[in-house]
């Protein structure tokens, strides 16, 4: 069942438990994911619904900081709930041990060692880990690792 399939029928049976936060979260994700198809004119595949999703999780990640500095724990609670939601369609996130484990590897493939080459080492590992580590935890593994 390809990740569209899925998010279809998590939609209708979130309708029939009456899951508001849910049916909005997937609401949203579907939404994208047809505007992309719209605007680019192909059908996605489930690596390019994993970068929507991958994506939507980043900007709630965002808003959270934003959210705490007004004070509204209301949104908040919102989208931490919707954080967790979104969650449920991405691949198991690796530890930060398993990601840096990688960060070194390619370092070592690609033959960086200052931070002049931090673009060629995202440019290879950023393939490798989509969907499955945050840009913001392997940006700051690779820097790390190349100060090092």
Do not use: W
């Given at each position: ?80 709930e919707e954080i967790k939601w ?39 590992l950023m393939p490798k880990l ?19």
């Open positions: 069942m390809s990740l569209k399939e899925l998010l279809a029928s998590d939609l209708k049976e979130a309708m029939k438990e009456k899951n508001q936060l849910r049916k909005n979260v997937i609401t949203m994700i579907r939404s994208d994911i047809k505007q992309t198809e719209v605007d680019s004119r192909v059908e996605l595949t489930d690596e390019d619904v994993i970068s929507i999703i991958s994506k939507q999780v980043k900007q709630r990640k965002d808003a959270l900081s934003d959210f705490s500095k007004g004070g509204r724990d209301d949104l908040v609670k919102q989208a931490e979104l969650m449920t369609y991405l691949p198991e996130q690796l530890s930060e041990e398993e990601v840096s484990r990688i960060v070194l590897e390619t370092k070592n493939e690609v033959g960086a060692s200052t931070m002049k080459d931090m673009g060629m080492m995202m440019a290879a989509k969907g499955k580590a945050e840009g913001k935890l392997v940006s700051d593994l690779v820097k790390k690792h190349l100060m090092s």
